[in-house]
Each structure stands twice: as structure tokens, then as C-alpha cells.
């Protein structure tokens, strides 16, 4: 395999580490308090990235996607589009928008550790330990504010870190978009709560909070949605009582806006006909049964289930009148959504009001992202009320609970398909990812160039979306480049601007008039709106 630099990338990591750990020291800021809270949830990231700690990684449903999805990325990001908009890789190098309809920021830093010299394996793994680390730092915040405990933020961290349903659909299935929109959406609640029940003052949370989200994965983006307009009917009254509907439009508003440099793209090139390609999988018919929810190792799992139990046998004097309020609004929450994933819930009737709409997101166990994170943080809370007098003690056997639950999924993860070391994506695919409707996938094994008319070409090069060439043509002819037409595409010749259309199987052609000739430039350019 190619000299990867895998070992120094990582040493180099250690090294920042080790620094920032020593400054914080330095400063004072690293208590002992601190200090324990730092190795508990350490203990529980680590446990939890055991099965990306090693030079190989796992080959699940959805790394083949993801690997050419960062190959992609890349290839945008050195042709110079930031945002990334379209890359010259997937599809044997026809290209595609995914970074259109997937929006992908926050896999900017994992496409250039590959630019750096490391192995896919590596940004993988990587990126799941990343995930990881994210979810328990976002979870501890939001708990932590939440319910005023810092405690409450460790235990709460814990859980959600190794919640069986979040292991199983990052190991089970690598499902990018969604754990990463799960490790921000802590922050998404922490926003909504401080709007509606904290300092108003507060309302840029939740814009962070959402924005992160929508960056990560849409169908999570819809649920949060969802979640807002339920709140909004929910407690409206409070909202126009205590003034804070300012606080709401504020962060609806800003939102909005920070998030238009990829909403206008997304709806443009939606219109010129590219397709969203989002499956149906049969939703009602993919429910859970609600065993699969209270198992040991299962979706909620026996250490979440023992922090609910501790919550609700919790005194009222130990909460307080705040904390108990917040704590039964997010156990609702979380409840409703464990009962949306599962066959008790009437999706057939909802179905049939809704005309069929939330086949959008494609599966009912999406809804547990959210449940489990509104539980995680009742359960910490349920914890913490416990274990109060136990200091380092308790967080160690809650720690270990979670550890020995979490410990089957782990067990699995470590027995799945491995993609090896050297390994990478391959550029061929023939799944129709936000593609023009009729093309034909699989003539992508065919990178050839097509003439027609009386058309001489040479110095022909093609770099990603980009192609330089010479071209000849006295009495006229078409160019048809192995490139898809997607809407942004420019060519040049000898500087000034031609036209172009969709030719054979979608792809750019540019049509030559008679006595034609000088370099031929074709790159991707976007449009001044989108930059705007």
C-alpha cells in the first residue's frame, strides 16, 4: 500500500493534547473535580471507539457511500469550491452534488486529513471517534445547563455515549448523517429549553444548535421541526406571557439565514431536475417491537432504564419545582418518541391523514435519535438525584453499568466485515445518488470522450470537474465530455464563454461552431447568487 501518514497525524493529535491538557493545568481551570469528570467520560468514549481503534475498520452498509462521498468532498474542496458544491470523483469521475443535498461542512476536516496522506481506514476511524467525543461533550453541556448539575451532565453523557441505539446504527450500519446530527442534537434541546424555559437572552444556542443539525442530516433537521412546532403548540401561551416569541424568531430568523448558502443551491439545482433519490423501505413494516427497546444491550438499554426508574422515584424537594417541570417535559418527549419507532403506535391511521408523509423518513426507529437523547438526560438527572452523597464512587458504578451493556454491541461491531488497511472508496457506483432521471449508471465504466462532426481534440486533461483540451473543428461539431451537465458548469474558449447543454446520458456536451478552435475549458464555477 501507498506511505500513509496515519502514525504522524495521530502523534501530531497526542501532541496538541498533551499541550492544551498542560495549559488548562497551568491555568488552574483543571480541578480535581474536573479531572475526574475529564476520565470518566474518557472511559466512556474510549469504551465506546473500541472498534475504530485499530488500522482496519468496518465495511458496514454505508462506508462504501460515505468513503466516495469524502473522495467527492475533496475533489471539490481542491478545485477550489468552498462551500463544496460538486466533485469530479464519484461515478468514475462523471461527478455528482452530493455536497448539494448532503450537506457535508462538518466532513471538511476528515476530507483533508486524505489530502494530508491518510488512509481511508484512518479517516473513518476518525471520524467515529470523533462522533463519539462530540456526543458526550454536547450532551454533558446541554445536561449540565439544563438542570444545573454538573453531575446530571456527566451521568447524562455517559448514557447517551453508549446508548445501544446509537452504537448499533453507527456500527451497524455507519449511518454518517445521522450520528453526526446526533452528537450536536444535545445542543438543539439545551436551545430550545433556554428559549422557552431559561435566559431568552440565550437564543443564538439554538441557532447553533440547529444549524449544526440541518449540517449534518436533513430527515433529523424534519424531526427537529417537528419538535420545535410542538413546542411552540405546547406552550405558546407561556411563550407570549413571559415576551420570549422575540427570542424564537430571532433564532428561527438567524437560522434561516446562516443556512441559506445551502438552501438556495439545494432548491436550484432541484428545479434544473436533478432528483433527491430517498428511497421508501417500508415504514409502517419496519417498527419495533417494544422488547427491542428494554433488553439489556437494546436500543434504550438496562443502564438508561435504571437512571429513568432512579428519576421517578425521586423526592420532589431533591428536584425542585424547575427541574422537575423540565425533567417531565423531555421524559414525555423522549417517551413519545420511543412510541413513535414501535408497532403500537397507529401509523397506519397517521399515515392516511398525512397522505402518506412522513415516508420522507424512511424509517420509524429515526425518531428513537431524538428519544434517546430527551431520556439520556431524564436518566442522568435520576442519577444524580441517587447518587448526590457518592461522589467519585457513583460516577465509576454508573460508569460501569453502562460499560457492561454497551458491551455486546461493542462484541458485535468487533466481528463485522472489516474494509482493510490500504483499502479505499471506489469511484464506480451504481446506486442513482441525486442524479438526472434516466441516466444510465453503469455507461460510467466509459470515461470516453464523444465527437461528433468534424472535431479534432488533443492535449486532452481532465483533473476532477475540471477539463482542458485543444480543440479543431472547421465545419462545426459537438464535444460530449464524461462529465454529468449538473446546473454551474462553465466553458471557455480561449477565454470567452460558449454554451453548453445536456448531451447523451446526461452528460456536458458543447457544441462547436464551424472554424472553431483554440483551448477548451470546462470547470465548475456555481453561480454568483449561491456565493451571495
Same mark, same amino acid.
Given at each position: ?21 498542560? *495549559? ?28 475504530a481503534?485499530r !488500522? ?18 475533496l475533489?471539490?474542496l ?12 464519484s =461515478?468514475n469521475? =462523471? ?15 476528515? @476530507? ?29 453541556i446541554? $445536561?449540565?445547563r ?5 453531575? @446530571? ?44 424555559f431559561?435566559?431568552?437572552?440565550? *437564543? ?20 427537529? &421541526? ?27 430568523v438567524?437560522?434561516?439565514l ?7 443551491p ?14 421508501t ?17 437494546k !436500543? ?13 422515584? &425521586? ?15 423531555? $421524559?414525555v ?8 419507532? +414501535? ?14 408523509f ?10 428513537l ?17 441517587l ?15 453502562? %460499560? ?9 461491531a ?16 451504481? +446506486?442513482?445518488? =441525486? ?56 466553458? +471557455? ?7 453548453w ?7 456536458? @456536451? %458543447?457544441?462547436? !461552431? @464551424?472554424?472553431?478552435?483554440? !483551448? ?13
Amino acid at each position: 500500500s501507498p506511505l500513509y501518514t496515519d502514525h504522524y497525524i495521530s502523534l501530531a493529535a497526542a501532541m496538541a493534547a498533551a499541550v492544551l491538557l498542560a *495549559w488548562l493545568y497551568e491555568r488552574g481551570w483543571l480541578t480535581r473535580e474536573r479531572r475526574e469528570v475529564l476520565a470518566v467520560l474518557a472511559v466512556a468514549v474510549c469504551f465506546a471507539s473500541v472498534p475504530a481503534l485499530r !488500522e482496519d475498520t468496518m465495511y458496514v452498509h454505508d462506508v462504501p457511500f460515505h468513503a466516495v462521498r469524502l473522495h467527492n468532498l475533496l475533489d471539490s474542496l481542491t478545485s477550489g469550491q468552498i462551500p463544496a458544491r460538486v466533485g469530479g470523483y464519484s =461515478y468514475n469521475g =462523471y461527478g455528482a452534488v452530493t455536497s448539494v443535498f448532503y450537506p457535508d461542512i462538518l466532513l471538511y476536516p476528515f @476530507a483533508l486529513l486524505l489530502k494530508l496522506g491518510a488512509s481511508m481506514a484512518y479517516v473513518l476511524n476518525m471520524l467515529t471517534i470523533t462522533m463519539n467525543v462530540l456526543s458526550a461533550l454536547c450532551m454533558y453541556i446541554a $445536561a449540565k445547563r439544563i438542570f444545573s448539575d454538573e453531575k @446530571a451532565g456527566v451521568f447524562a453523557a455517559v448514557l447517551y455515549v453508549l446508548c445501544g441505539f446509537r452504537l448499533h446504527r453507527l456500527y451497524g450500519s455507519f449511518m454518517v448523517g445521522q450520528m453526526l446530527a446526533m452528537a450536536v442534537l444535545p445542543l438543539f434541546l439545551l436551545g430550545l429549553w433556554e428559549v422557552f424555559f431559561g435566559d431568552r437572552g440565550r *437564543w443564538m444556542t439554538l441557532t447553533i444548535g440547529a444549524t449544526l443539525v440541518f449540517q449534518s442530516h436533513m430527515l433529523t433537521t424534519l424531526m427537529c &421541526a417537528g419538535v420545535a412546532a410542538a413546542a411552540v403548540v405546547c406552550f405558546g401561551v407561556k411563550l407570549i406571557r413571559e415576551r420570549r416569541v422575540g427570542a424564537l424568531a430571532l433564532a428561527a430568523v438567524t437560522t434561516l439565514l446562516l443556512n441559506l448558502t445551502t438552501l438556495v443551491p439545494l432548491a436550484t439545482t432541484y428545479l434544473s431536475g436533478v432528483t433527491t433519490s430517498v428511497g421508501t423501505y417500508g415504514f409502517v413494516d419496519l417498527t419495533h417491537e417494544m422488547v427491542q427497546m428494554l433488553g439489556v444491550d437494546k !436500543e434504550l438499554g438496562l443502564a438508561m432504564i435504571l437512571g429513568l426508574a432512579a428519576l421517578a422515584c &425521586a423526592k420532589g424537594d431533591e428536584l425542585g419545582r424547575e427541574r422537575m417541570r423540565t425533567a417531565v417535559i423531555f $421524559a414525555v418527549l423522549g417517551v413519545v418518541c420511543v412510541w413513535m419507532c +414501535t408497532d403500537m403506535f397507529p401509523w397506519s391511521y397517521v399515515f392516511a391523514l398525512t397522505n402518506n408523509f412522513f415516508e420522507i423518513l424512511q424509517f420509524s426507529w429515526r425518531f428513537l435519535a431524538i428519544g434517546t437523547a430527551a431520556l439520556s438526560l431524564c436518566a442522568g438527572l435520576g442519577y444524580a438525584c441517587l447518587l448526590k452523597k457518592d461522589g467519585a464512587k457513583g460516577l465509576l458504578a454508573v460508569l460501569a453499568v453502562a %460499560v457492561l451493556c454497551a458491551a455486546p454491541v461493542i462484541e458485535h461491531a468487533l466481528s463485522l466485515e472489516i474494509m482493510e488497511f490500504g483499502t479505499d472508496g471506489s469511484p464506480y457506483m451504481l +446506486t442513482p445518488e =441525486y442524479q438526472f432521471e434516466g441516466t444510465d449508471l453503469a455507461a460510467t465504466r466509459s470515461r470516453q470522450v464523444l465527437l461528433e462532426g468534424d472535431v479534432q481534440l488533443t492535449g486532452y486533461e481532465k483533473t476532477g470537474t475540471h477539463i482542458q483540451a485543444h480543440v479543431q473543428a472547421e465545419n462545426g461539431g459537438t464535444v460530449t465530455f464524461p462529465l454529468f451537465g449538473f446546473d454551474g458548469y462553465e466553458a +471557455t474558449l480561449d477565454g470567452e464563454k460558449i454554451a453548453w447543454t445536456r448531451g447523451e446520458n446526461n452528460r456536458l @456536451a %458543447v457544441t462547436l !461552431e @464551424a472554424g472553431a478552435q483554440g !483551448e477548451l475549458s470546462v470547470r465548475y464555477a456555481g453561480h454568483m447568487l449561491w456565493r451571495a
